[in-house]
């Protein structure tokens, strides 16, 4: 179904709901909004493919201000919310938007960003009550009030264009080309995703994560599409979370594994307090699991899906149950969409068992907006495939393994180290709450292995600890994935998302001068 027919058959029915408030947004109402919106953006002068952005938290507002563009021939970027004003300046002049939604929240960041933005002639403010309102500046509400709740008389199929996270380098903008039809249909890629992910009607579809992001941007919109009410969580809570799942009769969700390994650390009586039955489908993606962080999460949970597709980009999309995984453990999937190449450096194919650079023959056409070398380098010499760096092998049976990011491979001594496997194992000690490995300077060997470590609450961050880590990584690994050396941080950079911000780390020993990714 399309949101306006089930606005029509079923006005009523929530949308979707705000898990901190309870506040709850009908279909109806979505309906009206996103219609006005639309109205808006058109009578202010954007034309089918012009942009615009959005830079808000998860607020009541957001679903509306993706729907407006996606019934107006636009395409919309909803932005980073923890970003800072240059970098949102970045984003929404390499977007070339025109109009820029944002919240009382968020609105002092974006006003400093707007100064280096001059093609941005409207901002839109959601739930401020001391704005000062300009021919430039306007209040959401009122703003929108003008307009009409019916469609546009022309409605043309619009899209997202998502922004890479940046942990790797700057951020990149992924263009998909939009057809010139009407918005009933959804793209071939989000037909596939709601075929994968089992979406019904009628679904209750649980939200942890931020709406600015790929998955989660894409689940919420396609539950809504589908006739499903999304519960929509400010922030991800780990007992709040659980407690969601019974409260609402929660049927689907989608998380990253850093969040199971939250809700894996909580106390035992509080972690097995709810009723979970009502789950049907449970999908995580973004990054690789830790394989015992996976085994303890089947154990507990049960069906669990894994997909993976190729960062933002959606270069190819994998998936495997928890039976498949438990036979071939570590596992993103076999691939369902897409044709995937395990390369090396010299573009030959990889046997299975070996890794390799993980290239695609692309499932969806993409482009880095305004960016012709980034997208030169991600494809091959003869156009036919692309990759985002991701470094994995496929076993006997087919099924990918992924080993880590390239960027992210530490080079000692000659030696490739990838350090996903490190990471995994420490995240898995009982006194660490988070765990990062990285390649720092070393005189002899170009680098060496770092490991930084967040303890768990209570626990002395000091040199006795540094070494019970680093004897519990030999016990495990061979000896050149083992750290050279530990430090403790309060709090890891990891994005709402989940993502490890390694660059920020890798800065604070290199530089951002001699940072050698980029």
Not at 29 to 41: P, W
């Amino acid at each position: 179904m399309y949101a306006p027919q089930i606005a029509q058959a079923h006005p009523d029915r929530p949308a979707f709901i705000m898990a901190s408030t309870g506040e709850t947004v009908t279909y109806a109402e979505y309906e009206a909004r996103s219609n006005q919106l639309a109205h808006l953006l058109v009578d202010h002068g954007l034309q089918r493919l012009d942009h615009y952005s959005i830079f808000m938290e998860n607020t009541n507002r957001f679903f509306e201000s993706c729907g407006a563009g996606e019934r107006s021939g636009l395409y919309y970027t909803a932005i980073n919310s923890y970003l800072t004003a240059d970098e949102v300046a970045f984003i929404i002049n390499d977007s070339e938007s025109q109009v820029l939604i944002t919240s009382a929240s968020r609105k002092d960041v974006a006003l400093a960003a707007l100064e280096q933005c001059p093609n941005v002639t409207l901002t839109l403010v959601v739930d401020d009550p001391e704005l000062v309102e300009s021919d430039t500046m306007r209040d959401y509400a009122s703003a929108i009030a003008a307009f009409p709740t019916t469609p546009l008389e022309n409605e043309r199929m619009g899209t997202s264009m998502l922004y890479s996270s940046g942990t790797t380098g700057r951020p990149k903008g992924i263009l998909r080309p939009l057809p010139d039809i009407g918005p009933e249909d959804p793209l071939p890629l989000f037909k596939f995703l709601a075929n994968l992910w089992q979406y019904e009607d009628e679904m209750i579809y649980l939200s942890p994560a931020p709406l600015y992001h790929s998955a989660p941007l894409a689940a919420n919109n396609l539950a809504i599409s589908h006739g499903g009410t999304c519960i929509i969580m400010e922030r991800f809570d780990p007992a709040q979370y659980l407690a969601l799942i019974e409260q609402y009769r929660v049927t689907h969700t989608q998380l990253v594994p850093t969040m199971f390994s939250r809700m894996l650390k909580l106390p035992e009586e509080e972690r097995l307090a709810h009723d979970l039955s009502s789950l049907k489908f449970t999908v995580h993606a973004a990054a690789p699991c830790p394989v015992q962080v996976k085994e303890q999460m089947i154990e507990w949970w049960g069906p669990i899906v894994h997909e993976y597709y190729g960062a933002t980009e959606g270069l190819g999309f994998t998936a495997c149950n928890s039976e498949e995984w438990l036979a071939h453990k570590g596992t993103v999937g076999k691939v369902l969409l897409g044709e995937l190449h395990i390369l090396d450096d010299d573009m030959n194919e990889m046997p299975a068992g070996q890794a390799g650079t993980i290239w695609f023959k692309t499932a969806t056409e993409f482009a880095y907006h305004n960016d012709p070398d980034k997208t030169a380098e991600a494809t091959s010499p003869d156009g036919e495939m692309t990759t985002v760096n991701d470094v994995g092998y496929v076993d006997e049976d087919g099924f990918l393994h992924l080993t880590d990011r390239k960027t992210f491979m530490i080079i000692s001594g000659g030696v490739n180290i990838y350090p996903q496997e490190t990471e995994n194992l420490l995240i898995t000690h009982p006194k660490v709450f988070d765990a990062a490995v990285i390649g720092v300077p070393n005189e002899d060997l170009g680098e060496e292995v770092k490991g930084i470590v967040q303890p768990m609450p209570g626990i002395e961050p000091d040199d006795a600890l540094a070494q019970e880590l680093t004897a519990f990584c030999a016990e495990h690994l061979s000896r050149q994935k083992v750290p050279r050396s530990i430090d403790f941080e309060e709090e890891l950079p990891r994005l709402p998302t989940g993502k490890l911000y390694k660059r920020k780390l890798r800065d604070r020993y290199w530089g951002e001068g001699e940072n050698k990714i980029v």
